[in-house]
């Protein structure tokens, strides 16, 4: 008999995610307003929350689902990063060489990484390199955004009732992911994924991370890597395993390939989003929606017998979109 789950998180129940005027673009822009070119999908929505509109014109350079470890600057891009007027990147190195050509660009005008604002007993090391994911930790990604905005070109919309309102909504999403992972079975709380994209989630809210590759998408993943995954999806009866939505899901493919699924019953999971954002038709266009579907779809996961995996439709966070949800402007890209 199948089991229904059901989790209450009062915030979310009542939430509107407040995106009149929150628009932000991928690649075209105009001179009319101050502009702000920046890297990925995340940064740029992020800000489209925080600073007027009708001051500043935020866009980026990677579009929906693009991985950023991999991402290669065109001529068009770097046409964008000599028109643009303030860059922003995460840092950390996540954009590879396109962190080195902004570096180089833009010498001559503000560029700041979020990388930047954070403190170094904070960050998570890995063979002595910084994990560079750290947005999936929602305090620290909304702390480095509050010191981003006391820079001299944003400080005085640092305290507008627009960017406080989207601070405290942060605020909230980070309460309220934490009561849903806690409600996830203390040995069922681990996580195994394509990549190593979420491991400041996993120390924030008390999972332990598994993954194939390291925290860049471009390190390789070998036999060795698939074993050790497997043992542990055997010895703690890990239901189930999840792909992520910038990449392929061979690596999972692969994994899943060298279990005896009359031993363990062992399911692919639902995409989530590590590196960027989606399309508005798939539903994780802004942070808070990808943060919100992300721990649905692990909580769902990890918080049921094997037999209830599939086609299961439990929705925790309840967000609602106002009635001007934020622009999409992906296919107009002109890179």
Known sequence: MRRSVTYKISFFTTLIVLMNSCDFKYGHHTKEKTQVLCTTGIIAECLANLLPSEKFEIFSLMGPGVDPHSYKATYGDIRKIRDADILISNGLYLEGKLEDIFLQLGKDKPHYMLGDFI???QLIYQQGQK????????ALWSNALKALIQVDEFKGYANSERS???LSQLDSLDNSIQKLINSIPIKKRILVTSHDAFSYYGKRYGLEIAALQGFSTLAEFGIGDIKRIRELVLKNEIPVVFPEHSLSD???????????QSQLKVSMGEQLYSDALST???GSHSYILMLS?????????????????????VSHFKVLESSSPLRNVARNLSI
């Open 164 to 166: 406080m309102r989207y």
């Open 119 to 121: 403190n170094d007993n």
């Open 131 to 138: 994990d560079p994911h750290i947005w999936h930790d929602v």
């Open 293 to 313: 579907n992300n721990t649905n779809t692990i909580t769902n996961g990890l918080s049921v017998k094997h037999k209830d995996i599939e086609n299961r439709s």
């Open 250 to 260: 061979r690596s999972m493919r692969a994994l899943l390939s060298g279990i005896d």
């Open 280 to 282: 508005v038709d798939e």
